[in-house]
């Protein structure tokens, strides 16, 4: 069973659109959570960690369902710049401090 | 600032040949990671280090060793180098939680 698990997608959404990824993990003793962010054959970056009471970053919105297991990012006004594959990300430090990352979802903003 | 770099950026290597991935950071980090990522899958922590003279196995080591004798660098050593090593290769680093990731290194193993 995989740690982390993600639609692939793709998404394909117009500008402006609100579009919504989720995440699944399986392991309970998961202590902190993460979306990061990777263009094309390029290095992922940290978009933003994910808090238990939720958190907002401008356009972003991450959310943390603990009893269910899953982790959620919305983008709202998507912009073409937005384009790009989302990783969801998981440490479970218990484990020595090992990050598990999801095979991401690809997102296409179109004009 | 230079932040995570890693030499070289492209390798081919022929099957049971060695190589040793470099990768260094200027930020005084002390954990340091190396993943590799392959086609339409995601990252995979091959090994890590909590700090200088510390590693320890991530989910896919064999195949791999890695030392780190200084906070700064933290290189990645294939020994007998197999076609199932063809991959992207990302080393991080970062002070707690977060991951600051090099530029990546593509190796080709024919």
């Known amino acids: 069973r995989k740690e982390v698990e993600q639609d692939p997608g793709p998404f394909n959404v117009p500008e402006g659109a609100t579009v919504a990824f989720n995440c699944t993990y399986s392991?309970?003793?998961?202590?902190?959570f993460f979306w990061y962010r990777q263009d094309c054959r390029k290095e992922p970056k940290l978009l933003m960690s994910?808090?238990?009471s939720g958190n907002e970053d401008g356009r972003f919105t991450a959310q943390l369902n603990r009893a269910s297991q899953y982790i959620s990012l919305l983008i709202r006004d998507s912009k073409l710049s937005d384009s790009a594959t989302y990783l969801c990300?998981?440490?479970?430090?218990?484990?020595?401090?090992?990050?598990?990352f999801g095979t991401g979802t690809s997102l296409t903003v179109i004009p | 600032n230079a932040g995570v770099t890693q030499t070289p950026k492209f390798r081919i290597l022929k099957i049971g040949q060695s190589m040793t991935l470099q990768c260094a950071q200027d930020m005084n980090h002390n954990y340091m990671y190396w993943y590799r990522q392959d086609p339409g899958m995601g990252l995979k922590l091959i090994y890590y280090?909590?700090?200088?003279?510390?590693?320890d196995k991530g989910e896919v080591p064999n195949g791999y060793n890695v030392s780190r004798s200084t906070t700064e660098d933290f290189p990645l050593r294939l020994e007998l180098a197999a076609p199932s090593q063809t991959s992207v290769y990302f080393c991080?680093?970062?002070?707690?939680?977060?991951?600051?990731f090099g530029p990546g290194t593509r190796l080709t193993v024919t």
């Open positions: 994910v808090y238990s």
């Open positions: 991080a680093s970062g002070a707690s939680y977060e991951q600051y």
């Open positions: 280090s909590v700090g200088a003279g510390i590693t």
């Open positions: 990300v998981v440490n479970i430090f218990l484990t020595g401090n090992q990050f598990y």
């Open positions: 392991n309970s003793a998961s202590q902190s």
